[in-house]
């Protein structure tokens, strides 16, 4: 066979085996297939030299095409990214449909004022829409808008500077490092509402943070904040410093390689001024979003006094998880201390809950820890609705606790305070305690029903200003809420 023939041969069987394979099978054999035809004597080793160099070259840049593809799919939300994960969009939002039903009732001395407390009602209590972003390996960020007022309101933005994952910079409005129960998503919490402890913690606001997990089982966070709350920016130029706020959690399960279990413990601080024109808290709901049972006062600035507050807060924290069953609690105190004219007063607020849950269904709350959080509890098989079968349930019970009796005092709940400066006085009751009784049915990672039983009872009251519905004055409150959450 004269070298011409030879080659068209060869050639002809190389083809005939490689297009008699799928791209992917090519991509994998062709070196194999060419040594065979090698040993076979079909091929000189000059021309399958030639073969598989041209045959790299397709397959390089047939790997960079994939890189750089874009795909769309659907993982907890809508997911538009490159084929390489290294850039992604993901589009996520939630919707939290609510209906309270409270046991107040018109009084029957005649009043007909208007108001919307304790008033049965449906309610649109969240709806979000937003955006998670990750380009060029060490950036990623998220933009969120809540639909429920007027006008969409920006709920959180940020963006995440991952040069070194240890110590990630974080910049925007987002959730400060401080309570387990707020840093727990509102996706996620174990009952309707949180507890009397998010009332004075800090929340979503807008700073620069320090955090990560340096060790196994170990996070941190310490951020700079304005320490006005959501969408606040500092609007006193005599009180402008930044709120420093920081927190450390330790799970020892995780540490001991237990992945049964949770054994969480953490601490948080936070430590800044206020203006006195902000005040000291304003009015605190319960935690039914029922009736205002607890109004600060307010303190007026004057020539010669400091403007400022000094406002600490102190935070502990628990989680003890075994399988199916949740032990969690927490304690928070707030701190004000501050002048007026004629003396000091350092006045304590203080909080804390605790709660227990039970998963029937068998679901691990290990399985939702992660990062010093807690996140969604996923059924193990998802709800059939032609079988009636699947979906996780869950039910909780919880005491909380309000102590604001330090406000009780002279120059704070006087009508004529002594030193001139209060404008207006600490007023109803310093106190309250809940339980709250919960049940929840989650029939996927995406939908779930909760329905909780909350009474709240209200002590100490100051003066004759007390809680009054409907023209009635009340000394406790019960409520039910129930909740149909969609979340992606």
Avoid: C
């Avoid at 939300?77 to 969009?89: A, F, L, P, R, Y």
């Avoid at 950036?139 to 991952?162: H, K, M, Q, R």
């Avoid at 174990?190 to 009397?196: G, P, W």
């Avoid at 193990?380 to 079988?387: R, Y």
């Amino acid at each position: 066979m004269n070298y011409k023939l030879h080659s068209l041969v060869a050639a002809t069987l190389a083809g005939s085996f490689m297009f008699g394979f799928g791209a992917n099978a090519m991509a994998d054999s062709t070196d194999d297939i060419v040594n065979a035809l090698i040993a076979k004597g079909v091929l000189t080793e000059e021309e399958g030299s030639l073969l598989t160099k041209g045959r790299a070259g397709e397959k390089e840049a047939a790997a960079n095409k994939a890189k750089g593809a874009v795909t769309a799919k659907y993982k907890d939300g809508i997911v538009i990214g490159t084929e390489d994960g290294k850039n992604s969009i993901q589009i996520n939002g939630r919707l939290h449909a609510d209906y309270r039903s409270f046991d107040y009732s018109k009084s029957d001395n005649g009043s007909n004022a208007v108001s919307a407390t304790g008033a049965d009602t449906f309610d649109i209590r969240r709806a979000r829409i937003g955006a998670k972003v990750k380009f060029l390996d060490h950036y990623s960020g998220e933009v969120v808008f809540n639909g429920t007022g007027s006008a969409p309101v920006l709920d959180v933005a940020y963006l995440d500077i991952a040069w070194w994952k240890p110590a990630t910079i974080r910049v925007g409005q987002f959730k400060m490092p401080y309570s387990l129960e707020q840093l727990t998503s509102s996706n996620n919490i174990d009952f309707v509402e949180r507890s009397f402890v998010d009332a004075y913690i800090p929340a979503k606001e807008t700073g620069a943070m320090l955090h990560g997990s340096p060790f196994k089982g170990v996070t941190y966070g310490l951020a700079a904040s304005t320490g006005r709350g959501q969408n606040g920016i500092e609007d006193d130029v005599r009180v402008d410093g930044v709120d420093v706020i920081g927190r450390a959690t330790v799970n020892l399960a995780e540490i001991m390689d237990n992945k049964d279990m949770v054994l969480h413990g953490g601490l948080a601080f936070s430590e800044g001024d206020i203006s006195k024109s902000t005040g000291l808290g304003g009015n605190r709901s319960t935690e039914a979003k029922g009736a205002s049972f607890f109004t600060a006062p307010v303190v007026a600035s004057t020539n010669l006094v400091d403007a400022s507050i000094d406002r600490s807060r102190f935070g502990l924290e628990t989680a003890l998880a075994y399988g199916p069953f949740k032990v969690q609690g927490q304690y928070s105190k707030t701190n004000f201390d501050f002048e007026t004219a004629t003396r000091g007063y350092d006045v304590d607020v203080k909080t804390y809950y605790v709660q227990a849950l039970w998963t029937i269904t068998g679901e691990s709350h290990a399985d939702r820890y992660k990062n010093g959080a807690f996140g969604g509890l996923k059924p193990k098989n998802n709800f059939d609705p032609a079988k009636l079968s699947g979906g996780a349930w869950e039910v909780g019970v919880r005491y909380s606790s309000f102590d604001g009796s330090d406000f009780d005092t002279l120059g704070l709940n006087s009508v004529a305070p002594l030193d001139g400066q209060v404008t207006t006085k600490a007023s109803k009751y310093t106190e309250a305690d809940a339980w709250t009784f919960g049940v929840k049915f989650v029939a996927n990672p995406h939908v779930r029903f909760m329905l909780d039983y909350v009474k709240t009872d209200f002590n100490n009251p100051i003066g004759t200003s007390v809680v009054t519905v409907n023209g009635k004055e009340e000394d406790s409150e019960k409520a039910i809420l129930f909740r149909t959450q969609f979340a992606f």
